[in-house]
């Protein structure tokens, strides 16, 4: 009787701890998915940041991840130290300049800047960074209501760092050391002629001034004239006297002489041996001349030298139309991130 009733009382006390356990641990659950519910850690948080994509051969789209030794991995999509900011880590070290803009209205003409500080640290490439107007902020009468434009956005394209005037140079990004800067023209370079297909963005040197010189296109704002001194040319010194003295005293920089064998004369065609017009040059010194004085043979002898590459870009958008309105516009330049670097209002 006894045993009995003590494996009675032992089955109670097990359901009662079963039914207590039961009951403890059904509360523990509900409380966390409850807490879980309720509050949002930061890795849950996204936000979206616009994602571009880059074809070497159109400049409305770039993708690109921007790094270098002025701050690299800064500004990656989804870095926790930035994911919350709307202002570029290069904010500061590249600054918009207005040209042009405003004045011109061919596209081929119309310009802004972009200056790299003189303290960054190492390169900066922009190649994928946004420019875009201020159409959105101005206001138009449309069917008896006032509504608001719509903005363009265009990509800085890739280019190349030694131009030729071949067809293999190298397209690569586009990047500012410190001081540099970069001439960003809406439109496309225009050719008269054909002797120089410039088809791409290219970063200037101590020859360019041959192509300015020449009638093949029109710079806006005209290219440097920066080419070595004739007279300091290999091989002057050994040149016969009027060959000579045409280089030393005739010849300015970035000038590609005029050799012909004929020349007219009134309603006369008259043969000779002529430079700029004047006769009596030798084969040999017109052979000096063609293999020296112009922008191809500039490149050949001088693309080792030190100072050879100048601290300008010409970068050119391909855009039909012009993109900086005269008044009432601002000018906006995002990284490849589509956080804000610089903007200038006029």
């Known amino acids: 009787m006894s045993g009995g009733f003590q494996n009675d009382l032992l089955f109670f006390f097990l359901v009662i701890g079963a039914l207590f356990a039961l009951w403890t641990g059904s509360g ?66 590249i600054k918009l300049g207005r040209g042009n803009a405003g004045s011109s209205y061919r ?49 800085i394209p890739f280019g190349s760092v030694l131009f030729t005037g071949l067809d293999h140079d190298v397209v690569g990004p586009i990047t500012l050391k410190a001081g540099e800067r970069a001439i960003v023209t809406t439109g496309s370079p225009t050719a008269i002629r054909t002797d120089f297909d410039i ?35 290999i091989g002057v010194p050994q040149l016969a006297e009027k060959c000579y ?3 030393t005293q ?46 191809q043979s500039c490149l050949k002898y001088h693309s080792g030298d030190d100072d050879f590459f100048k601290g300008e870009w010409r970068v050119y958008l391909g855009q039909v139309w012009e993109m900086w309105a005269k008044e009432r516009e601002t000018i906006t330049l995002y990284d490849a991130n589509g956080l804000l670097v610089d903007q200038i209002k006029y």
Do not use: M
């Not at 003409?109 to 390169?123: F, V």
């Not at 900066?124 to 201020?134: A, M, R, T, Y």
């Not at 005739?250 to 064998?261: A, E, F, Q």
């Open 199 to 233: 088809t791409r963005s290219f970063k200037t040197n101590k020859c360019t001034g041959y192509i300015e010189q020449t009638p093949d296109y029109n710079f806006v704002p005209s290219l440097p004239l920066t080419c070595p001194d004739p007279r300091k040319e």
């Open 245 to 247: 003295k045409y280089v």
């Open 107 to 155: 596209s081929s003409e119309e310009y802004i800047t972009l200056q790299a500080a003189s303290n960054n640290k190492g390169e900066v490439n922009i190649s994928g960074w946004i420019l875009e107007n201020g159409f959105n902020n101005r206001y138009y009468e449309q069917n008896g209501e006032i509504v608001t434009g719509v903005s363009k956005r265009v990509a």
């Open 28 to 93: 523990q659950i509900s409380k966390k998915q409850s807490n879980e519910s309720l509050f949002l850690t930061p890795a849950s948080l996204q936000i979206a940041v616009p994602k571009v994509n880059f074809d070497p051969n159109n400049s409305s789209s770039i993708d690109n991840n921007n790094q270098s030794s002025a701050g690299s991995g800064s500004n990656s999509v989804g870095n926790s130290n930035n994911s919350f900011s709307t202002t570029s880590p290069w904010k500061g070290k």
């Open 250 to 295: 005739r010849l300015g920089r970035c000038r590609t002489p005029d050799i012909s064998d004929y020349k007219r004369i009134g309603n006369e065609v008259v043969r000779g041996s002529y430079v700029d017009g004047i006769d009596g040059f030798s084969n040999l010194c017109k052979n000096y001349l063609k293999e020296h004085f112009n922008y």
